[in-house]
């Protein structure tokens, strides 16, 4: 079954840091790799999913997936205390009977103070 | 915005107690799921329906049941319940298994402590 390590545990940065978050699997034909963001009593949403090599660019949100290195990185621009969640990285399998099924990260807490 | 509505949002119980936790969506999405969240172990799918009648087995699946009446409405059930079920339980939705750019809809959860 498909192995989903995140880095750090937990994050402190102050207002306007740039942020990265790191997550490696064990798979490298999984399908796809997603980042949730979970604010406390709230149940996880999606911020951004990347399945190509390379990277991927949305307002402040980077992600970089290398399949080689089975790594995969979240960049937070110009970082706000609303941006202060748990991040979670998932994995969707691509391998006999757990395909498409999605594997999480135990989540990097961040807090971003003002 | 999808919408996947959980209740009850808190539940107490006793060891051997029966519990029903339900969830309802109104995406018109085939795909319902059931996780359940814990400190050190994130989140584990416990188990997953693609329709109504249908019921697959996740990762985690002793101790619980599940059913999906309808399109819309999944339920976990806990027969006998433990105080290692006490967690924080997620029902999700999702247009499709497989797809490679499925989304996967969250409710709010509902925090399930078994004395």
């Known amino acids: 079954q498909e192995k989903v390590q995140q880095s750090p545990e937990s994050l402190i940065v102050p207002e306007g840091a740039m942020v990265s978050l790191n997550c490696s699997f064990s798979d490298s034909a999984s399908q796809s790799i997603w980042w949730y963001q979970q604010h406390p009593g709230k149940g996880p949403k999606a911020l951004i999913?990347?399945?190509?090599?390379g990277n991927k660019k949305e307002g402040r949100l980077t992600v970089y997936l290398n399949r080689a290195s089975l790594h995969v990185s979240l960049h937070i621009k110009d970082s706000q205390p609303s941006d202060s969640a748990v991040y979670l990285c998932a994995v969707r399998s691509n391998t006999g009977a757990n395909t498409g099924k999605l594997t999480f990260g135990h989540g990097t807490i961040l807090r971003v103070h003002p | 915005e999808a919408a996947v509505t959980q209740s009850p949002r808190n539940k107490v119980t006793v060891t051997g107690g029966n519990v029903t936790l339900s969830c309802r969506q109104t995406?018109?999405?085939?795909?319902m799921y059931w996780y359940r969240q814990d400190t050190g172990h994130g989140l584990r799918l416990i188990h997953y329906s693609y329709g109504a009648g249908n019921l697959q087995i996740g990762d985690v699946p002793d101790g619980y049941k599940a059913t999906r009446t309808t399109q819309e409405d999944f339920f976990l059930l806990l027969e006998l319940a433990s105080p290692s079920q006490t967690s924080l339980y997620f029902c999700a939705s999702s247009d499709a298994l497989g797809a490679s750019q499925n989304t996967l809809y969250f409710g709010a959860g509902t925090r399930l402590s078994v004395l």
């Open positions: 995406n018109s999405h085939n795909y």
């Open positions: 999913s990347i399945f190509s090599n």
